[in-house]
């Protein structure tokens, strides 16, 4: 059983290009939360997903982000313009979805340079 | 909403010393209570949690914590720290929102450094 797979691993974007993230959860699994993380920062939570719903995105900028998690697929996390600022490590993690509280595995991450 | 915090940016032991780091969460009901760890460049492991019962839980690589209603706190421990512990020591919170909806708070997080 595959852990939580995030690609690519590192993406480099000049300013003003687009980034795509993706995250494939863990088999069985069908939440999926996004966080970014900066130095001294620790983790930011950003959108937390179910399969083709959003249930919170408090942590998400209003612009130039967006997240989705289809039904067939991986969740995507795009950015739109990308400026300095983006630049980060942005994980996912994933859960399943039982009634039951269960913990959350975490990918690699994607660290994104913009330059 | 729910918060936690880790007081200890930095901490620096010898290898074979005992560890203690600090976790402290701010929530209105019993709290789902989480440490991870992240090595560099890495993602996060889980290292334990705490869902209820028995109040001391015990982890991999010989962790433990303990959660104390009265103190609000789930500090982490280990009695020998070894080299391949240094690492950057993360304290998470769950939250039920309603169903089977969750949502995971992190602290700062805490960098271990080993000194032999």
């Known amino acids: 059983n595959a852990g939580v797979m995030q690609n690519p691993r590192h993406l480099v974007r000049r300013r003003g290009q687009e980034a795509r993230l993706r995250c494939s959860p863990m088999k069985g699994h069908s939440h999926v939360y996004w966080y970014r993380q900066l130095p001294e920062e620790g983790l930011k939570f950003m959108v937390y997903l179910q399969k083709e719903n959003i249930i919170d995105e408090s942590g998400m900028p209003k612009e130039r982000f967006s997240a989705e998690f289809p039904k067939e697929g991986p969740s995507i996390l795009r950015i739109q313009q990308v400026v300095r600022g983006d630049s980060a490590a942005y994980f996912c993690?994933?859960?399943?979805?039982?009634?039951?509280?269960?913990?959350?595995?975490f990918g690699q991450g994607t660290r994104l340079t913009v330059v | 909403a729910q918060s936690v915090t880790q007081p200890d940016i930095h901490i620096t032991v010898s290898e074979g010393a005992s560890l203690e780091l600090r976790c402290n969460y701010s929530y209105g009901a019993t709290p789902y209570l989480f440490w991870y760890v992240q090595s560099p460049g890495q993602g996060l492991q889980l290292l334990l949690k705490?869902?209820?019962?028995?109040?001391l839980v015990q982890g991999i690589k010989g962790f433990e914590a303990e959660f104390k209603r009265s103190q609000s706190s789930f500090n982490l421990r280990k009695p020998s720290v070894h080299w391949s512990d240094a690492a950057e020591y993360f304290c998470?919170?769950?939250?039920?929102?309603?169903?089977?909806?969750?949502?995971?708070?992190f602290g700062k997080g805490t960098l271990l450094t080993v000194n032999p």
């Open positions: 705490y869902f209820s019962g028995d109040t």
């Open positions: 998470a919170v769950g939250a039920v929102g309603g169903g089977s909806n969750y949502k995971l708070t």
């Open positions: 993690a994933t859960r399943q979805g039982t009634m039951r509280f269960t913990e959350a595995f």
